[in-house]
Nanobody, 118 residues
Framework: VQPVESGGGLVRPGGSLTISCTDS????????IDWYRQAPGKPRDLVAT???????DIQNFVKGRFRVSRDNVKNTIYLHMNDLKPEGSAMYYC?????????????WGLGTQVAVSS
């Protein structure tokens, strides 16, 4: 698979934005999807996960503000971000991963930029 992120942009503090992860040529149904973000000069941090079975985990630093969902008909995974803060400015990446016969099969997207600024 080759996931592609989209939907990034400029949003004011306190605003909302939904970004997407999809693959036009391959099904993501069997993949768990992790959303990461990375600001310049900082490590890439895990933000949220949704497994292929729909189990969701949101990291504490965005819990209550961010939500993740998937639409297998549209082959798209969404990260819904509310009450965005300036520290949320980063490149957001999705990672598609699964285990096949004990072997890790994973692929990163190229990211979508989110800027939170007034």
């Amino acid at each position: 698979v080759q996931p592609v992120e989209s939907g990034g942009g400029l949003v004011r503090p306190g605003g909302s934005l939904t970004i997407s992860c999809t693959d036009s040529g391959n099904s993501l149904d069997t993949y768990s999807i992790d959303w990461y973000r990375q600001a310049p000069g900082k490590p890439r941090d895990l933000v949220a996960t949704i497994t292929n079975r729909g189990v969701i985990d949101i990291q504490n630093f965005v819990k209550g503000r961010f939500r993740v969902s998937r639409d297998n008909v549209k082959n798209t995974i969404y990260l819904h971000m509310n009450d965005l803060k300036p520290e949320g400015s980063a490149m957001y990446y999705c990672l598609a991963r699964r285990l096949i016969g004990g072997v890790r099969d994973e692929s990163w997207g190229l990211g979508t930029q989110v800027a939170v600024s007034s």
